[in-house]
Every structure is written in C-alpha cells, then in structure tokens.
C-alpha cells in the first residue's frame, strides 16, 4: 500500500481533535511514559502541550544524546538553477515572478563546489526549480559524478522523479533526497500549487517512497510551516516519517522545518507559526521519532537555531546561499528566499563547538558499504543489508 492509500485511511479529523483538546493530565500521563507512541505525541501536540516545553525539551535532549551524541552533521545548499515552470504562491522561483533566472554550467557549479569544499563541506545538497528541460536527470547524473570525489555526501531537493531515474541516481553517486509535501491539506495544496506539474499532490507524496525503493540511504521530509495550521500538518508529517521508517527500514528518515521566509511574491503565510510552537513540534517529533534525522536551515534565526541544536537536531546548514551562483558572485541571480542566519559557516561551527556540540563535516564514505570493505570486516553483511547502520548524513 502506498503512503497515499494509508494517509487516506487514518482518521485524521479524530487526531487533529486530540492534538486540539488533550488536557494538562494527557500531557502529563504521555511525558510520564517510556515511550511515545502516536497518542501521546498526539498529546505532546497540543495547546495544554505548551506550558510543558521545558520536560519536553529535557526529554528530547536525553534521546538525542543516546541516539546521536553531541554530533551536528554540516551541509550546505548549492542552488543550481532557479528556472521553474510550476507556480507555487510561496516561492521567489514561481514562473509568474519576473526574476533573473540562471541555470549553471557544469564549470559554474563545480566554482560554486569548490568554495563550499574550501569552507570544510563534504556534504551537498543540490537544489533546483523544476525545470527538466534545463536541469534534467542527465544534468545531474553527469555533475554528480564530477562533484563526488569531493563531496562524499551528496544530496537532492529538486523536483520529483520516477525510481529509475532516482536510481540512475544513486549509481551516480546521490545518497540522499529531501522533497518536501509543503501541506499534507489536498484542497489547500491545490490552492498553493495552481498549475505546474506541482499541482498533482500524489505525486509529490510519492516522490520519497520512490527514492527509498531507488536506494537513497537518507530520505529527507517536511512541511512548509506557516502554509497551513501547524499541528494539522504535524500529524500527517509524522505519520508520513513513521510510514517510510516501516516501509523502507533501510532509509534513514530526516525531518526538516522550513519556515516560510519572506519571498518575491509578497506571500503572506496565513498561519504563522511562532518560536515556542516550533520547539514544541520539535520536540514532540523527537519523542515519537527517536532515530529521526532533525534538520534546520540557515531560514532560522541564529540564537533559534543554536538552542535547538542543543536539544534536538542532527542536521544544519550554514553559510547558505539560496542563489544559483551565489557563493562565487552574489547578487547576479534571485534567491528563493532570504536567509535569517547569515554567519559565515566557521562561525556557526565554532559556536556548536562553544555550546557543547561537535559540528562533523564527513561521516560518510560510500566505501563504508562497498564490498570490498565489507569482506574484510569482522562479521561481515552484504551491502544492502548494511545501509541503515550508517548515521544519516
Ligand atoms: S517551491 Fe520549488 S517548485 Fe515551487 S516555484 Fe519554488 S522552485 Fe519551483
């Protein structure tokens, strides 16, 4: 069964209703057990919920100390076009914007590469508009297999593919994919996205479970907060990562939290979501989601994201350019959106590192899982078998 088909089987008006109305007594009685199933977080999501940020926190912070030490794993975006023919309301790229539009050469990506190398990076996430006819499959297949002997890690968040494409991918030298629902709401979705290939919501929903079964070792999801109300979309989030995490056990599953910024367009979130209900939602995910990659961008303030780095996420970006081209010549090409954390990438690590935290650039090396490396390991497994004991990356 697809994520689809489940989501539309699940009674969701029911859990938004618990997430609403639990009471001090549910939250107390889902802080008070050893594990957090579905109804507790469901609890943990609540307005009663609120006044409990500080167990919570406490609570998260223990999790993730046991689960992934005091590591921070470092990734920045490297933006390769901004061309897109879909018409998000949200986003700077939309078709409907007259912005400048770029679309880098291999040379002009692999600049960009080399400055975010020389700032430490080994791990890359790959961004575009959807643009297949200027960034297709063979484009990033080719600039992958140039960018790979440098950057150990590299990932995607562009637009959706079918699994063979994923997978000629993954052969390449691709480990990881974010593709983010932006709202589990289907009338609101269609609202938000009103032409463009976008607008067909199963298949944007489809898009992880595609990657998974292609062989991406790291399947990152999200929500965009603030499009529509938060606890509403936390609890189809969380299913969605529960779901992967069932279904394709080898994938390790990464949540992130984009925030809707200002962008080119003047698009106003009609739900804002504010400091504390992110550090709940936080929270909450953690406790219910003890393996799951937590992953904040350079969209948050710098003091935001250093104290929920210190009790929650495995993932941040820093130093981020959001525009295609940026790094080498910023101000040439339109940013997606404006960056709230503008510290160089040296000093976010040196505060993680001031904080307690220990900001880790590589901890992934495709050899890890070659047979080769395997064969010679005590007890060794094949391969496949092998890829969900990597960290996510
Ligand atoms: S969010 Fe993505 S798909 Fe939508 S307009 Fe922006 S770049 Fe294009």
New binding site residues.
Partial sequence: MSFEAFLGRQPLARYAQIAHSATPRDVESALGRPTIDFDAFLALLSPAAATYLEPMARRAQEITRVRFGRVIQMYAPLYVS?V?S???L??????SNAVRRTTLRFDQAEGEAAILHARGFRSLLLVS??APQAVSVAYFEALVRRLHGLFPSLSLEI?PLETEEYARLVEAGVDGLTLYQ?TYDRALYARV?PF?R?ADYGWRLAGPERGAAAGMRRVGIGALLGLGPWREEAVALALHALWLQQEHWQTQVCVSFPRLRRATGGFVPPFPVDDPSLVQLACALRLLLPDAGLVLSTREAPAFRDGLAQICLTHMSAGSCTEPGGYAHPGEAEG?FSVEDARPAAEVAARLLSLGLEPVWKDWDAAFVGEAFLAGAPGAVPASSARKEAPCG
Wanted: proline letters at 0%; aromatic letters at 16%.
């Fill in positions: 901004n897109c879909n018409g998000c949200y986003c700077g790229f939309n078709r508009g959807e637009y932006e996205h463009g976008k997606q």
